[in-house]
C-alpha cells in the first residue's frame, strides 16, 4: 500500500509538471487573433465641448464618458471658449484639463478668422484668463494662412510659449513655420491622408510639430491590423504622435467608446514605450506637469 500511495504521489507530482510545462509551451489562447487592447490611461488630445448656446452633453455626461474611457487628461477647446472655462472651473477630480483658446465665437468664423482682427483681439482677451497653453484648434488652408494676421498670431503664440493646434494642409503648414520657425505646433489630423513618408519628412524638419491622429486615414486596415508603414513611423517617431476624439458634431460623442476602443486596438500591437507615448507620454511632456488632483 505504501509503495502504491507513493507511486500515486510521485504520478500526480510527474502529471503537475507535465501540464506546466505543456502549458509554457502552448501557443497562448489567440495568439494569432487580436492582440490584447492597450489598457492604460489615454490623453485625449482633440477636445471640444462646443455650446451654442448649450452643450449636447452636460457636463457631468462628459465627465463620465472621459472616465468610461480611460480618459485622464484632454486637450479641451469649445466654441466659444464659455465651454473651457465651465471645465476648467469645474477642476474634476483625476483629469487633466490642458486649456486651449478656440478663435471661434461661432461656427461662422472657421471661414474668416484668418483675416478677422476681432478674433486677434478676442485671442488677446481670453489669454488674460492665464491659464492657456495654447491656440487651436483652428482652421486654415494653403494662402489664407500667408497673411499678416495670422503672422501676428503665431507670434503672439512664440512669445507666450503657446502651442498652435492646427487643422490645415501642408502648404498651410508651411505657411505658420515660415511666419515664425520657433511656433509649435500640433498638426490635428495629421494632415488627414498626406503620406506617411512626407509626414516622416516633415517632422524630421520641424523638431516642434507633433501629429495628432483623429480621422488619420491608413494607419489600420479594415480589421484593425496596423499598417506596415505606420507601424514603421511609429516605430522611429512614437515621441511625435497624439491621440484624439475631435468631437466637432454630436455624432462624435456618440461614436466616443469606439473612437478609443479603434485607438486602443491599434495601440495595443506596438511596443508597450510606444504605446505609452502615443496614448498619453506625449501629452505629459508637451504640456506636462500633470497636476495631481
Ligand atoms: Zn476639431
Redesign the pocket.
Known amino acids: 500500500m505504501r509503495t502504491s500511495t507513493n507511486g500515486t504521489r510521485l504520478d500526480r507530482r510527474l502529471m503537475q509538471r507535465l501540464l506546466v510545462v505543456a502549458a509554457l509551451l502552448a501557443p497562448c489562447p489567440g495568439a494569432d487573433a487580436q492582440p490584447a487592447p492597450y489598457r492604460h490611461d489615454v490623453f485625449d488630445a482633440?477636445m471640444?465641448w462646443n455650446q451654442e448656446p448649450n452643450p449636447f452633453y452636460p457636463l457631468d455626461k462628459v465627465l463620465e464618458i472621459f472616465r468610461n474611457n480611460g480618459v485622464t487628461g484632454i486637450l479641451a477647446t469649445s466654441r466659444p471658449n464659455k465651454g473651457t472655462h465651465q471645465l476648467v472651473e469645474a477642476k474634476p477630480p483625476g483629469l487633466w484639463i490642458v486649456p486651449f483658446i478656440r478663435p471661434y465665437r461661432v461656427r461662422a468664423d472657421i471661414q474668416t478668422w484668418f483675416k478677422d482682427p476681432a478674433i486677434f483681439e478676442l485671442i488677446k482677451d481670453e489669454y488674460q484668463r492665464g491659464y492657456y497653453r495654447g491656440v487651436g484648434?483652428f482652421h486654415v488652408n494653403g494662402n489664407d494662412a500667408a497673411g499678416p494676421l495670422v503672422k501676428s498670431i503665431v507670434d503672439f503664440a512664440v512669445e507666450r510659449d503657446l502651442y498652435l493646434h492646427a487643422?490645415c494642409d501642408e502648404p498651410a503648414l508651411l505657411h505658420l513655420f515660415a511666419h515664425n520657425p520657433k511656433a509649435k505646433i500640433v498638426w490635428?489630423h495629421t494632415g488627414f491622408s498626406t503620406p506617411p513618408a512626407r509626414v516622416r519628412e516633415l517632422l524630421d524638419k520641424y523638431p516642434a510639430l507633433w501629429g495628432e491622429l483623429s480621422y488619420r486615414s491608413g494607419i489600420a486596415d479594415g480589421q484593425g491590423r496596423l499598417s506596415d508603414e505606420w507601424r514603421a513611423l511609429f516605430a522611429s517617431h512614437s515621441d511625435r504622435f497624439l491621440i484624439g476624439s475631435?468631437t466637432?458634431i454630436n455624432e462624435r460623442w456618440f461614436g466616443y467608446d469606439t473612437i478609443f476602443k479603434t485607438y486602443r486596438a491599434w495601440l495595443g500591437q506596438l511596443p508597450e514605450d510606444q504605446a505609452r507615448r502615443i496614448a498619453s507620454g506625449n501629452a505629459v511632456r508637451l504640456f506636462g506637469p500633470r497636476p495631481t488632483n
Do not use: M
Request: glycine letters at 0%.
Open positions: 482633440h471640444h484648434e487643422h490635428a475631435d466637432w
